[in-house]
Each structure stands twice: as structure tokens, then as C-alpha cells.
């Protein structure tokens, strides 16, 4: 990979971590619902004008919408309001991983390996350090509730892949942009509903410029720029070559969230964040040296 594409992995990984403090940033002025539906709206004016509808069902695109718009991100604002930190957001979001390649097994009857069930052993024993003390350390800013919200965002991030998989090889950006379509308006119907009028006019009318530059920030940066870099450099690597680069979101979120925002670091964090990094990396390697070896074998 030539320097000027790598620095470019490592600016969308970097973004992408960082991206969970600018979300906490934001929900001080946002109830969570409302930010995401600001942040969707913002994905599709004026995207879906920019680019061609895909030549994908509109069901599909409801689907994928829908599981990010409510699923992933509406969930995950919920849950960083007040019910987690964001540096433990950015690492159990990542969950994701093992939710879509269990999702995968169920649908097209693969087998589990060995290295896969270890590699999903060590990011539950993490996930479980993370739960077991946000009900036993009372400093810890998480909660049970949040813990279990994220990991649901997680599940509806694999749903959305899934989901995505089936698109087909298509312009991801103005697939993300046609299917924020289908985003806004339940999300704006719950935000109505569990946030109400008031809350909605007074967020709007009342939050900071830095909090409305968040939000475009949100549309932006993290949705068009990353995703669109991300997919291009897709287009022209291997993709073992580039998903390893993810490993560093939850490294970007962690560190982000401990210098800007102050979050502790205690040790049950770092090992916690060992064990599910240690897991997603057990994921990506061991499949690409159990392919080598049998290249090796088959070169005798």
C-alpha cells in the first residue's frame, strides 16, 4: 500500500475514533434521537442529489436504513447520553464483528473454526469485565443498561452489513445517501415521541454552533468522507490488507476519550479492551495464516 493510501486509512480510523467524543460533545446540547436524526438528514441533502439512486430494491436500502439509522446509531446516542463512556462505546461497538460473522455462519451453514470460537471466547471475556464492573464500581460512568444498548448497536451495525452484502458492488456513498432516506422519519417519530416538541425546540433552538458543527461533523466527516475514503481504498487493496487498520477505532476512541474528556483508565479497562482487541485480531490473522499454510501446502 503506497504511504499516501495508508496515511489515508489511518486518517478514516482515526476519525472514526475520535468521532465518540465529538458524539458525547453533542449530546450535551441534543437529546439522542434528535442528533441522530439531524445526523441522517444530513446524509441525505444534498447526497441524494449528487448521486444516482442504486440499482438496489428499495426494500433493501429500507432495511439497511433503518437497522443503522434506529439500530446502530439512534441505540448507541441512547446509551452514550448517560449510560457509558465513550472510549468503552468505541470498543464494544465493535461487537459488530462477531455479530455479523455469526450471522454469516447461520446463513450459509460454515462451520465455526477453532481460531474463531477462541477469538469470540476472548472479546466476550471482555465484553463480560465491562459488564461485571459497571455494576461493581460504582466511579465507573457505565452502566448494565448501557453496556446491553451498545452491544444491541453492535448487533444492528451486523444486521446493516448483512444487509449491505447483498447490494452487490454499487457506489457506497450514494448507497448510504438513498438509504438515510429511510432513516429520518422513524427516527424523528421516536424522537417525538420519547423526547417530545419541547425538548426538540428547545435543543434547536438553544444548542451552540460547536454542537450544530458536531452534527454536521457527523454527516460529513464520519459518513461521506469515511465511508467514501474507506470503500475506496477497498476498491484497490485487498481487504485483508485494509480491515486491519480498524483495529485502531476503539485505540483512537479510548485514547480521545482520556485526553479530551478525562475518562479514567483504570486496569479493568485495559484488560477488557486486550481481550476484545486480542479477539478481533485472533479474527483477521489467524484466518489469513491458516490460508497461507494451505497455499504452502498446495505449492508442494
Same mark, same amino acid.
Given at each position: 500500500?503506497?504511504?499516501?493510501?495508508?496515511?489515508?486509512?489511518?486518517?478514516?480510523?482515526?476519525? +472514526?475514533?475520535?468521532?465518540? #467524543?465529538?458524539?458525547?460533545?453533542?449530546?450535551?446540547?441534543?437529546?439522542?434521537?434528535?442528533?441522530?436524526?439531524?445526523? /441522517?438528514?444530513?446524509? #441525505? =441533502?444534498?447526497?441524494? =442529489?449528487?448521486?444516482?439512486?442504486? $440499482?438496489?430494491?428499495?426494500?433493501?436500502?429500507?432495511?439497511?436504513? #433503518?437497522?443503522?439509522?434506529?439500530?446502530? /446509531?439512534?441505540?448507541?446516542? +441512547?446509551?452514550?447520553?448517560?449510560?457509558?463512556?465513550?472510549?468503552?462505546?468505541? %470498543? %464494544?461497538?465493535?461487537?459488530?464483528?462477531?455479530?455479523?460473522?455469526l450471522m454469516s455462519m447461520a446463513f450459509t451453514g460454515e462451520r465455526m473454526r477453532l481460531w474463531q470460537a477462541l477469538a469470540l471466547a476472548l472479546a466476550v471475556a471482555g465484553y463480560a469485565v465491562v459488564?461485571?464492573?459497571?455494576? !461493581?464500581?460504582?466511579? !465507573?460512568?457505565?452502566?448494565? =443498561?448501557?453496556?446491553? %444498548?451498545?452491544?444491541? $448497536?453492535? %448487533?444492528?451495525?451486523a444486521c446493516a452489513n448483512m444487509v449491505a452484502r447483498t447490494a452487490g458492488r454499487v457506489n457506497m456513498v450514494g448507497f448510504i445517501a438513498w438509504s438515510s432516506l429511510f432513516a429520518v422519519p422513524p427516527?424523528?417519530?421516536?424522537?417525538?415521541?420519547?423526547?417530545?416538541?419541547?425538548?426538540?425546540?428547545?435543543?434547536?433552538?438553544?444548542?451552540?454552533?460547536?454542537?450544530?458543527? $458536531?452534527?454536521? +461533523?457527523?454527516? #460529513?466527516?464520519?459518513?461521506?468522507?469515511?465511508?467514501?475514503?474507506?470503500?475506496?481504498?477497498?476498491?484497490?487493496?485487498?481487504?485483508?490488507?485494509? !480491515?486491519?487498520?480498524?483495529?485502531?477505532?476503539?485505540? /483512537?476512541?479510548m485514547l480521545a476519550s482520556t485526553l479530551l474528556l478525562d475518562e479514567s483508565l483504570p486496569g479493568w479497562k485495559l484488560s477488557a479492551a486486550a481481550l476484545v482487541l486480542g479477539g478481533l485480531a485472533l479474527?483477521?490473522?489467524?484466518?489469513?495464516?491458516?490460508?497461507?499454510?494451505?497455499?504452502?501446502? $498446495?505449492?508442494?
Amino acid at each position: 500500500m503506497p504511504l499516501s493510501h495508508l496515511l489515508l486509512a489511518l486518517s478514516v480510523v482515526f476519525i +472514526w475514533g475520535t468521532n465518540f #467524543v465529538v458524539i458525547k460533545w453533542a449530546l450535551a446540547d441534543f437529546p439522542p434521537f434528535l442528533f441522530a436524526a439531524l445526523r /441522517f438528514l444530513l446524509s #441525505v =441533502l444534498p447526497w441524494v =442529489l449528487l448521486f444516482r439512486r442504486p $440499482a438496489v430494491p428499495w426494500s433493501r436500502l429500507a432495511a439497511f436504513g #433503518v437497522l443503522l439509522g434506529v439500530g446502530q /446509531f439512534g441505540v448507541l446516542y +441512547w446509551a452514550m447520553q448517560r449510560d457509558i463512556t465513550p472510549g468503552m462505546a468505541s %470498543l %464494544l461497538v465493535q461487537s459488530q464483528v462477531f455479530f455479523t460473522i455469526l450471522m454469516s455462519m447461520a446463513f450459509t451453514g460454515e462451520r465455526m473454526r477453532l481460531w474463531q470460537a477462541l477469538a469470540l471466547a476472548l472479546a466476550v471475556a471482555g465484553y463480560a469485565v465491562v459488564a461485571w464492573y459497571s455494576v !461493581a464500581d460504582p466511579g !465507573a460512568a457505565i452502566t448494565l =443498561l448501557g453496556v446491553g %444498548l451498545v452491544l444491541l $448497536a453492535g %448487533l444492528s451495525w451486523a444486521c446493516a452489513n448483512m444487509v449491505a452484502r447483498t447490494a452487490g458492488r454499487v457506489n457506497m456513498v450514494g448507497f448510504i445517501a438513498w438509504s438515510s432516506l429511510f432513516a429520518v422519519p422513524p427516527i424523528v417519530l421516536i424522537s417525538l415521541l420519547a423526547e417530545g416538541p419541547a425538548a426538540i425546540a428547545q435543543a434547536v433552538t438553544h444548542a451552540s454552533p460547536a454542537a450544530w458543527a $458536531a452534527v454536521l +461533523w457527523q454527516a #460529513v466527516g464520519n459518513t461521506v468522507f469515511g465511508f467514501g475514503a474507506w470503500n475506496w481504498l477497498l476498491a484497490r487493496h485487498p481487504a485483508t490488507t485494509v !480491515a486491519p487498520m480498524a483495529l485502531l477505532v476503539p485505540v /483512537f476512541g479510548m485514547l480521545a476519550s482520556t485526553l479530551l474528556l478525562d475518562e479514567s483508565l483504570p486496569g479493568w479497562k485495559l484488560s477488557a479492551a486486550a481481550l476484545v482487541l486480542g479477539g478481533l485480531a485472533l479474527n483477521l490473522y489467524a484466518g489469513r495464516l491458516e490460508a497461507a499454510a494451505r497455499m504452502a501446502r $498446495a505449492g508442494r
